[in-house]
C-alpha cells in the first residue's frame, strides 16, 4: 500500500538558518513525489515536483530510492516560507491514487 | 482564469442528510479529482472522474458519489451524513490522459459541518 510520512507536525526555525523538511514513502515501484503548499488564507499550491528536478523558490528536494525519502530543503529560510507543507506520491501505474502525507507546519521566526 | 472554483464556501447540515458539491475545473482541464481533508490531516483522495467517468477510487464507502459534467464541471454526492464526515472538501482539476501523475490545481475548498 502506498503512504507517506511526515515525522514533525511543526518545524520552526529563525530567518536566515537551513530547513528541512522531512518526507519518507512506501510504496513498491516507481513513484512521482511531489510537494504541495499552503500558505495562510490560500488553497493547495505545487511547489515542486521530482521529475522536474527544480528549484522553486530556494526550495529543493531530492529522491532518494533506496532511504524512500524525498526531503525538503532550503539553504536560507524567510519568513514568507511560513506555511503547511505537504508531500505527495502517485503511483507509477495508470489510475494509482493520489497520496498525500499529514503536513508540517513551518514557522521562520524574525 | 478564476482557476478550480468549488460551491459552496461553507455547509452545514445535520446527521442523515444529503449533500452536494460542485467543482468547476481550472480553463483546459478535463479531469477532475475529490478530496477529503480532515482538521490537522493531509488530503484523502475520495475519486477522480474523466471522460464524464468514476475512473478511480479511494477508500471511502458508497455514500460518497459523484458526477461530471460534459462541461467537465463535477459534483461531489454524500449520502446519509455522518458527524466525522464533517471535512474540508478540495476539488483538484488536471488534465492530459494521464491526470493522476499530472499537476493538479486545487480548489479553495467546501468547509462541510455535520451536526
Known amino acids: 500500500a502506498q503512504r507517506v510520512t511526515q515525522p514533525e507536525k511543526l518545524l520552526s526555525v529563525f530567518k536566515g538558518a537551513p530547513v528541512e523538511l522531512k518526507c519518507n514513502y512506501s510504496?513498491?515501484?516507481?513513484?512521482?513525489l511531489f510537494w504541495y503548499v499552503q500558505y495562510s488564507r490560500q488553497r493547495l499550491q505545487l511547489l515542486l515536483r521530482?521529475?522536474s528536478r527544480e528549484s522553486i523558490k530556494g526550495f529543493t528536494a531530492d529522491l532518494n530510492k533506496g532511504e524512500t525519502s524525498f526531503h525538503l530543503k532550503k539553504p536560507f529560510a524567510q519568513e514568507e516560507d511560513s506555511a503547511m507543507y505537504y508531500c505527495?506520491?502517485?503511483?507509477?501505474?495508470?489510475?494509482?491514487?493520489?497520496?498525500f502525507g499529514p503536513g508540517t507546519r513551518l514557522s521562520v521566526l524574525p | 482564469d478564476a482557476g478550480v472554483t468549488q460551491s459552496p464556501t461553507h455547509l452545514i447540515k445535520t446527521r442523515g442528510q444529503q449533500v452536494t458539491l460542485r467543482c468547476s475545473p481550472k480553463?483546459?482541464?478535463?479531469?477532475v479529482s475529490w478530496y477529503q481533508q480532515a482538521l490537522g490531516q493531509g488530503p484523502q483522495f475520495i475519486f477522480q472522474?474523466?471522460?464524464?467517468?468514476?475512473?478511480q477510487r479511494g477508500n471511502f464507502p458508497d455514500r460518497f458519489s459523484g458526477h461530471q459534467f460534459p462541461n467537465y464541471s463535477s459534483e461531489l454526492n454524500v449520502n446519509a451524513l455522518l458527524l466525522g464526515d464533517s471535512a474540508l472538501y478540495l476539488c483538484?482539476?488536471?488534465?492530459?490522459?494521464?491526470?493522476?501523475?499530472?499537476?493538479?490545481?486545487f480548489g479553495p475548498g467546501t468547509r462541510l459541518t455535520v451536526l
Open positions: 483538484a482539476s488536471s488534465s492530459v490522459s494521464r491526470a493522476l501523475a499530472d499537476t493538479q490545481y
Open positions: 510504496y513498491s515501484g516507481s513513484p512521482e
Open positions: 521530482h521529475i
Open positions: 505527495a506520491l502517485s503511483g507509477d501505474n495508470y489510475g494509482q491514487n493520489f497520496v
Open positions: 480553463s483546459g482541464h478535463d479531469t
Open positions: 472522474y474523466y471522460e464524464e467517468e468514476e475512473r
